[in-house]
């Protein structure tokens, strides 16, 4: 789609350039959702992709960085440059996305996370694994959250005015863990109605992470492996569960107790 009234598009070499950033100039980086309806409220881009973030950073203590314009193609083959038990996550979770590979291509891992849709994939992912997320704040400082709390709502996340979501961390007992993963939707090719992640660390515990059936990523967190009534009983317990043409929230949460235990039986 056509940006009409967007007359600049500013290539961002240094931090410095990310200053004219505000209501009417926006962050351009794979654009496949910017450029996928109206934004007659602009009039400014800023390309982050020209500011060369090396996409995958392995860092000295064996955790991984990945940059915000990470695209979907370069997180999906993590699943194949890996070693540890986590390494099918990656792949698996850019799949709830029914994108083509043009898409694959271009959209990111940040801007997914930035929309900030409850069916986001790479909130899923990210929120699964534990991870971090690197904000650049417009005043010049740097923040880190935990993945978890950056999607506050249907579309709505931690960013201000001027914000730009820097990179997603993620650590190594994460990327050591045993993970499990399950999706649904009302039809084959149709927008997650539901997607968990569970996950094993090492130390014995258990999290449950839920999103695409909230409003914002759950998560459920055990010193052990619960029960399978006391899952049952916090899955049911769970508020702020999401309804759509999608999905119903009743139904959303009836199939995420179901996909629970499936995780659970599958990490024993």
Request: glycine share 10%; hydrophobic share 50%; proline share 6%.
């Amino acid at each position: 789609m056509d940006l009409n009234t967007v007359t600049a598009v500013r290539a961002a070499r240094t931090r410095a350039d990310l200053a004219a950033l505000d209501h009417r100039t926006a962050v351009l980086a794979g654009g496949s959702w910017l450029f996928g309806e109206p934004q007659d409220h602009l009039t400014g881009l800023v390309d982050i992709t020209t500011l060369g973030w090396p996409a995958v950073t392995v860092r000295p203590d064996g955790g991984l960085s990945l940059a915000a314009t990470c695209t979907l193609a370069e997180v999906a083959t993590l699943s194949d440059r890996l070693d540890g038990p986590a390494a099918p996550l990656f792949r698996l979770a850019c799949t709830a996305l029914h994108g083509s590979t043009k898409v694959w291509a271009v959209a990111t891992l940040g801007g997914n996370l930035c929309t900030s849709l409850p069916a986001g994939p790479m909130t899923s992912l990210a929120a699964g694994l534990d991870a971090d997320v690197v904000l650049w704040r417009a005043d010049g400082t740097d923040a880190v959250l935990p993945a978890a709390a950056f999607v506050t709502g249907n579309t709505t996340n931690a960013l201000g005015p001027g914000d730009v979501l820097r990179s997603v961390e993620v650590g190594p007992a994460a990327l050591a863990s045993r993970t499990a993963f399950r999706r649904t939707a009302l039809s084959a090719l149709g927008r997650s109605g539901a997607v968990l992640v569970g996950r094993r660390p090492a130390d014995g515990g258990f999290l449950l992470t839920i999103t695409a059936a909230t409003v914002r990523p759950v998560q459920l967190r055990y010193p052990a492996l619960p029960d399978a009534a006391a899952l049952a009983a916090d899955v049911a317990a769970v508020d702020g569960w999401f309804s759509d043409p999608h999905g119903a929230a009743d139904w959303r949460r009836a199939v995420s107790g179901l996909l629970a235990q499936e995780i659970r039986q599958e990490l024993r």
